[in-house]
């Protein structure tokens, strides 16, 4: 069992995570991160939004930010992956030029793109200089998104979109049911059920992952463990470390010594 995780770029512009024989995040999660995974060896069952995906050996899938997603290796024995985590800095450009429909869901790739996306990978763990690495990685994502040939359709619900973006805004707030219900004028229990269908999270795990990414943010500029799980909103450092594992696959202290 091995797992490997390194950054690209002083502003963690890009991280990189190699896994082999490791179970990750079974339970249903989402990352603020443009994620691109691909099977080097075995196959795995990604659901998302009600949707089940079998990716198999030299596959690829791009799964995009705040789209919550479960993964599932067949063979536990027999599984290796690699995920990249590109931040907003890096991949808002590219998504800008893209078509609205390719905003949101998770996309199979085929055997020419996943050629690329190795090719990348080789690129990154090489000595080039960051110039050089940035030029390969955003020449191969735009290529791959304008390729892209399977598209999850996206119900729009105005409501549903507000009370999202009204969680993503005050997320270090204690929300609760009753006041989305007020705020919103929606039924608690439709609010749950319809956000949940949507976004394959129900409006509680939303914000907690939230607090996940931003604690992230915290520890990556320096902040102590404690300090940023308080600041986050969690319990304890505990509490942290364990909703992060699940998000990562590693503890934040791993995360910080790597």
Not at 147 to 158: A, G, Q, S, T, W
Request: net charge neutral.
């Amino acid at each position: 069992m091995s797992l490997h995780y390194f950054k690209i770029g002083t502003s963690n512009l890009l991280e990189v995570k190699i896994c082999q024989e490791e179970l990750h995040a079974y339970k249903a999660h989402l990352h603020e991160e443009l994620s691109i995974g691909f099977i080097e060896r075995g196959a795995t069952n990604v659901s998302v939004n009600g949707t089940n995906y079998y990716i198999k050996e030299k596959e690829a899938i791009v799964i995009y930010p705040f789209v919550s997603h479960k993964c599932q290796p067949v063979d536990l024995k027999n599984w290796e992956f690699t995920m990249i985590y590109i931040n907003e800095n890096f991949y808002h450009g590219i998504l800008n030029d893209l078509n609205e429909k390719h905003f949101l869901g998770i996309r199979k790739l085929e055997d020419q793109e996943y050629k690329k996306v190795k090719q990348m990978i080789s690129t990154i763990k090489s000595n080039q200089g960051l110039a050089e690495k940035e030029e390969t990685i955003v020449e191969t994502l735009a290529e791959i998104f304008i390729r892209c040939d399977i598209d999850i359709e996206i119900v729009k619900d105005e409501g549903l979109q507000e009370i999202r973006e009204y969680i993503e805004m005050n997320f270090l707030e204690q929300l609760k049911l009753d006041d989305l219900e007020k705020y919103f004028g929606f039924n608690k229990f439709r609010i749950i059920r319809s956000f949940k269908n949507k976004y394959n999270v129900s409006p509680r795990a939303y914000q907690l992952q939230l607090k996940v990414n931003y604690a992230k943010h915290l520890i990556s500029r320096g902040e102590g463990l404690v300090e940023a799980a308080l600041k986050a909103g969690f319990y304890d450092q505990a509490h942290f470390t364990k909703e992060f594992k699940k998000a990562y696959g590693i503890t934040p202290r791993q995360y910080i010594n790597m």
